[in-house]
């Protein structure tokens, strides 16, 4: 009985603390390592056997064909951090594909702004690419870049690039509103890059169907023949010819 290995029982306020921990410090080390790959978000499935971490990223064929290396890289060094092993606490990492198109990933395209403006594009010219990709190639319904810090001179400043309708408020804000943040370090100083997407009024969640509370769509009405049509109404006239007809009889 000495030989087996006892299991350490976990408070469950604890375990959820220990859960989000983990999920952060994880999150923060994927969107280090593959920003340049569009990374958009973790999913893990954990077993009694083993822990299963899904990376959504942008260009996940890039990924699945070129850096390969780089892959077990990661996996190898999030199974020594959280004391992970090959026997009975497994650690899968696969690379998943996203569930729309990557023109509509506001961390794909935080990520495009970020590169474009170390490479020294100007700030209204970047922003404007972003929100024309976003808008044109991914057909979202609005879109919002703002740039913030030391655009221009010593003075701090923020810049805030819109097109289209965007919710602001309330639950559809979490449900419809894809939003990243990024920060850029410059020469004259910081800058903070956030992105805020609204694809559309309709997405799916699993197999459910979320849509806006204020969608309203429109049925055409049915063609029907007007001659069939004929009205079940009796007015006067034709009250009192049948009445006539009954006493004629």
């Known amino acids: 009985?000495?030989?087996?290995?006892?299991?350490?029982?976990?408070?469950?306020?604890?375990?959820?603390?220990?859960?989000?921990?983990?999920?952060?410090?994880?999150?923060?080390?994927?969107?280090?390592?593959?920003?340049?790959e569009g990374y958009a978000g973790i999913e893990v499935r954990a077993t009694?056997?083993?822990?299963?971490?899904?990376v959504k990223a942008a260009r996940h064929q890039d990924l699945l064909?070129?850096?390969?290396?780089?892959?077990?890289?990661?996996?190898?060094?999030?199974q020594k951090r959280y004391n992970f092993n090959d026997e009975d606490n497994r650690v899968?990492?696969?690379?998943?594909?996203?569930?729309?198109?990557?023109?509509?990933?506001?961390?794909?395209?935080?990520?495009?702004?970020?590169?474009?403006?170390?490479?020294?594009?100007?700030?209204?010219?970047?922003?404007?690419?972003?929100?024309?990709?976003?808008?044109?190639?991914?057909?979202?319904?609005?879109?919002?870049v703002i740039v913030s810090g030391k655009i221009r001179g010593q003075r701090a400043a923020s810049q805030k690039y819109v097109q289209g309708y965007q919710v602001s408020t309330g639950q559809p804000k979490k449900d419809f509103v894809d939003v990243a943040?990024?920060?850029v370090q410059l020469r004259q100083g910081m800058l903070?890059?956030?992105?805020?997407?609204?694809?559309?009024?309709?997405?799916?969640?699993?197999?459910?169907?979320?849509?806006?509370?204020?969608?309203?769509?429109i049925i055409e009405p049915k063609e029907e023949a007007m001659a069939e049509i004929k009205p079940d109404v009796q007015t006067s006239r034709n009250r009192q010819q049948?009445?006539?007809?009954?006493?004629?009889?």
């Open 92 to 144: 899968d990492l696969s690379i998943k594909p996203l569930s729309y198109d990557r023109n509509l990933c506001a961390a794909a395209n935080v990520e495009i702004l970020k590169m474009k403006l170390i490479m020294g594009t100007p700030v209204r010219l970047a922003a404007n690419n972003i929100l024309n990709t976003v808008m044109r190639r991914g057909g979202a319904i609005g879109c919002e």
């Open 65 to 78: 064909n070129k850096h390969t290396r780089k892959i077990r890289e990661i996996q190898s060094l999030i």
């Open 181 to 183: 943040i990024r920060h």
């Open 192 to 217: 903070g890059l956030k992105v805020k997407i609204m694809q559309s009024t309709e997405r799916m969640v699993g197999k459910t169907k979320k849509v806006m509370p204020d969608a309203v769509e």
């Open 48 to 54: 009694s056997m083993s822990t299963e971490i899904r």
């Open 242 to 249: 049948q009445e006539e007809q009954q006493t004629a009889q």
């Open 1 to 36: 009985m000495a030989d087996q290995k006892k299991v350490r029982k976990i408070n469950t306020k604890k375990k959820f603390v220990a859960d989000g921990v983990f999920q952060a410090e994880l999150n923060e080390f994927l969107t280090k390592t593959l920003g340049a």
